[in-house]
């Protein structure tokens, strides 16, 4: 099943950064949107970061000014750069594309002291 993988979470303090990576098993350039999202335990998933194709970006007010959202079109590859973290972005981060693909396994990133 085509899938997207995400990878790079782990544990930090308050204050850290992570940078995640996600592998998508298509094209960059056949979705008009590609983008991070994330669920906290017995919280919705939302969206965290999103770009589209010609470049341009929106974040959530929580990420703004701390997570940056990038791509790498030869790679197939989609990064989220996470500087500043608080306990608050304690969350399963996931990858998606739009149109969307199978939702993956995430990666677990928790921030505390």
């Known amino acids: 099943q085509v899938q997207v993988v995400e990878s790079g979470g782990g544990l930090v303090r308050p204050g850290g950064s992570l940078r995640l990576s996600c592998s998508i098993p298509?094209?960059?350039?056949?979705?008009?949107?590609t983008g991070w999202y994330r669920q906290s335990p017995g919280q919705m998933r939302e969206m965290a970061a999103i770009?589209?194709?010609?470049?341009?970006?929106v974040y959530a007010d929580s990420v703004k000014g701390r997570f940056t959202i990038s791509k790498d079109n030869d790679k197939n590859t989609l990064y989220l750069q996470m500087n500043n973290l608080k306990t608050d972005d304690t969350a399963v981060y996931y990858c998606?594309?739009?149109?969307?693909?199978?939702w993956g396994q995430g990666t677990q990133v928790t921030v505390s002291s």
């Open positions: 770009i589209f194709t010609p470049g341009s970006t």
């Open positions: 298509q094209r960059l350039s056949s979705f008009s949107a």
């Open positions: 998606n594309t739009n149109p969307s693909l199978p």
